[in-house]
């Protein structure tokens, strides 16, 4: 009884549904993939069990499994921790500094953003990661960070004994034509296996090897990412708002210095607020630590300095073609096509004389939102995202000013 209302009252049960998407199922396949191939290759052709060597590879290759898949789905389980609905910071004089979510309707909490994805605002959100199929936030950063370093490394053992799988086993079979090189092989060919390496077998590790080496080389380069995140305490996020920050000081000639407040001063001051001993990272997710020369609301200022000027710096275009919303279009021309920007955001279908605030774009396409009835605003509907360049038109300066004086300032 105990067991089941444990298990009927597990908090992160309806969790479970993260799994169902095609990030995780890729991931695990690739786990599975690579960690199965790597025992049988291991035990039946390269080393088998009964050498002292081949029992140390089997269990470094279990390890590997289980602490890759142990980071994972904690990463994917434990998630990056939400604001609390409907949250006020506690001194209710602070609110003029945070943005307001109307999703969560609550503030953001100092570093929180609104993922879209997750529908709530994620407690120091760095990204939201489609192979994890949860935002990397606060809480499960330090797992995250394990499992990009771990992956690499659990795939490069795999990728050695995929190679000697298939070198020992096809020595003889084949000439590489290196009749020059002489490499001992008598160690590793000394036993016979009970199954012979046959040609489906050959292609599984190869195949396996080509998974290996790819995850060895994206995932290697996402944990270099990653850290430079840690260690400098700035999440993507918040290098982008720091940029801007520093465009927006220079642009205005306001003489402001603006300093990152999240920045301890130290790597290893740094390093030591994501990775703890108890595998939870330091602070509630709600205050932090900062600069002495910031408070707490350095950053959610200057936040909000830059919505303004956003707001005052969007350019108003009117939709001259209808856009269906594909992310590469086919009717658009072929630039349009192969140009498409490389993100997850999303793309925005747009119906002839729509009005659209454009923030930023490329040659072939733009970032913006559409603008929408006072009724749609009210209840804090948004509809933001891509659309090709082609489709709309600049508004002429006085009938954008006249629709709306706020943009009246378009540069
Ligand atoms: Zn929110
Ligand atoms: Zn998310």
Same mark, same amino acid.
């Given at each position: ?9 597990? !908090?992160?049960?309806? !969790?479970? =549904?993260?799994?169902?998407? /095609? ?33 140390? +590879? ?28 409907? /949250?006020?910071?506690? +001194? ?23 993922? =879209? ?34 992956? *690499? ?86 290098? /982008?708002?720091? !940029?801007?920050?520093?465009? =927006? ?27 703890? /001993? ?13 600069? *002495? ?8 200022? !200057?936040?909000? %300095?830059?919505?303004?000027? &956003? ?35 999303? =793309? ?45 038109? %600049? ?13 009246? &300032?378009?540069?």
């Amino acid at each position: 009884m105990n067991i089941f209302s444990m298990v009927v009252t597990f !908090e992160n049960l309806h !969790e479970v =549904r993260r799994l169902c998407h /095609w990030g995780p199922i890729i991931a695990l396949s690739v786990i599975s993939i690579c960690s199965t191939m790597a025992i049988f290759d291991s035990i039946i052709w390269y080393w088998p069990l009964d050498t002292t060597g081949g029992s140390i +590879n089997f269990i470094m290759l279990i390890n590997w499994t289980v602490l890759i898949l142990y980071n994972y789905f904690n990463a994917m389980f434990v998630g990056p921790g939400y604001i609390p609905l409907d /949250w006020k910071p506690g +001194n209710q004089h602070h609110t003029q500094y945070l943005q307001y979510c109307k999703v969560c309707h609550g503030y953001k909490a100092p570093r929180s953003h609104h993922c =879209r994805k997750c529908n709530r605002c994620v407690m120091k959100m760095d990204h939201h990661c489609p192979w994890i199929n949860n935002c990397c936030g606060h809480l499960n950063h330090a797992y995250f960070t394990s499992f990009l370093l771990l992956a *690499p490394l659990g795939c490069s053992h795999a990728a050695i004994i995929f190679i000697m799988t298939m070198y020992t086993q096809l020595y003889d079979r084949i000439s590489f034509g290196w009749s020059t090189v002489k490499i001992n092989m008598s160690a590793a060919r000394q036993f016979q296996p009970l199954i012979p390496f046959s040609v489906p077998a050959f292609a599984a590790t190869l195949f396996a090897l080509g998974l290996a080496l790819g995850t060895t080389i994206a995932v290697g380069m996402l944990f270099f990412i990653q850290m430079k995140v840690i260690i400098r305490n700035k999440t993507s996020i918040e290098s /982008w708002i720091e !940029e801007k920050a520093k465009d =927006r000081i220079q642009h205005y000639q306001t003489g402001e210095e603006f300093i990152f407040p999240y920045d301890l001063g130290s790597c290893w001051l740094n390093f030591k607020q994501v990775f703890t /001993w108890t595998g939870m990272p330091k602070g509630d997710g709600l205050e932090w630590p900062v600069h *002495p020369k910031c408070h707490q609301h350095t950053l959610t200022i !200057e936040q909000l %300095k830059q919505k303004a000027d &956003k707001r005052v710096r969007s350019v108003q275009y009117q939709a001259v073609e209808d856009y269906n919303g594909a992310c590469c279009p086919l009717s658009k021309g072929l630039q349009t096509f192969f140009r498409t920007p490389c993100t997850e955001e999303p =793309r925005i279908p747009l119906s002839k004389g729509e009005t659209i605030l454009a923030t930023r774009g490329t040659k072939w396409w733009m970032y913006g939102d559409k603008m929408l009835s006072e009724q749609q605003v009210a209840v804090g509907e948004r509809v933001r995202g891509w659309f090709p360049r082609r489709c709309v038109e %600049k508004c002429h300066y006085d009938s954008a000013a006249s629709e709306n004086t706020s943009e009246k &300032k378009v540069n």
